[in-house]
């Protein structure tokens, strides 16, 4: 399971026009699911987002997480995540999982997070062509992988 979170002022999904979900002060979170995620996946990756001391402090220095500041979470599905693009100039995404089997996953990942958080998360809507809109804070946009945890 990858993402790329993102600490943002202010973060928007619209569909058709339409502004489906907005958050402010928080994180935007991009997240592909690959066919080998599982509960373990999630459980790491939403601890992860929900701990990673990344909002500033009094003094500036990035000591807060997102549960410290009471921020917001707005997650967005992204199979282009697990893009491969190994061979030739078309990216291959033999390794994203398909919808069958990522929007369980996704939908778990969404409910963990917003356990930790004891905050519901915004979201996207699963396998639609989303506008994703936001103002990138610091900019500050980290790249987790539950299967190269580095």
Not at 35 to 46: G, H, K, T, V
Not at 86 to 113: H, T
Request: glycine share 8%; with cysteine; hydrophobic share 45%.
């Amino acid at each position: 399971m990858r993402a790329i979170i993102q600490r943002v002022k202010k973060a928007s999904v619209t569909i058709s026009g339409k502004k489906i979900a907005a958050i402010e002060n928080g994180l935007l979170i991009l997240v592909g699911i690959e066919s080998m995620d599982d509960s373990a996946d999630i459980e790491w990756l939403a601890g992860k987002i929900v701990r990673m001391r990344i909002f500033p402090d009094a003094h500036g220095a990035m000591n807060n997480s997102l549960v410290d500041i009471v921020g917001e979470a707005l997650v967005v599905s992204q199979f282009t995540l697990h893009a491969s693009v190994k061979k030739g100039n078309r990216p291959s995404f033999m390794k994203a999982a398909n919808p069958v089997i990522s929007k369980p996953l996704y939908e778990c990942f969404v409910n963990q997070l917003g356990e930790l958080m004891q905050l519901p998360p915004k979201t996207g809507r699963f396998g639609e062509d989303m506008q994703v809109h936001l103002i990138n804070d610091g900019p500050v946009t980290i790249i987790l992988d539950s299967k190269n945890k580095e």
